[in-house]
């Protein structure tokens, strides 16, 4: 039986995650403030999921990926009904280290611009050494 290669982790590599803002997205919802637009909290989650979403085809069966390092400037707001979409794309990759670059826009705005560093890990006992630890 033959197996497809896994698709290497190279530079390159790019993905786009789209959100619509609801109250629970903003800054009074998740602690982050007190104001009702789009919280930083979310837009960093936003851009991380781009990120995982762009190596998701790419990552050796039995690994994931963990963010380690995230630097994230937060320019501009999103009131509620708007829509951000989050790009990020693989700049670097470092043995395990992958760093990538994202941004944020609504529309033609960029509303948050930064850099996530995830590392590669073995999911089985990345999870166990997890449990150990709680």
Do not use: C
Not at 18 to 47: H, I, M
Not at 60 to 68: L, S, W, Y
Not at 69 to 96: I, N, Q
């Amino acid at each position: 039986m033959s197996t497809q290669p896994t698709p290497p982790l190279v530079p390159g590599l790019t993905a786009r995650v789209e959100l619509t803002v609801t109250d629970s997205d903003t800054a009074q919802a998740v602690g982050s403030g007190d104001v009702p637009v789009l919280g930083t909290p979310r837009v960093l989650a936003l851009a991380e999921a781009a990120t995982v979403a762009a190596t998701a085809t790419a990552v050796p069966a039995g690994m994931t990926t963990v963010g380690v390092r995230v630097e994230l400037e937060h320019t501009a707001p999103t009131p509620v009904g708007g829509t951000v979409v989050a790009e990020a794309r693989l700049a670097k990759v470092e043995g395990r280290r992958l760093v990538f670059e994202t941004t944020v826009n609504d529309g033609a705005t960029t509303i948050a611009e930064g850099r996530v560093e995830r590392v590669l890990v073995d999911r089985q006992r990345f999870v166990a050494r997890a449990a150990q630890a709680g």
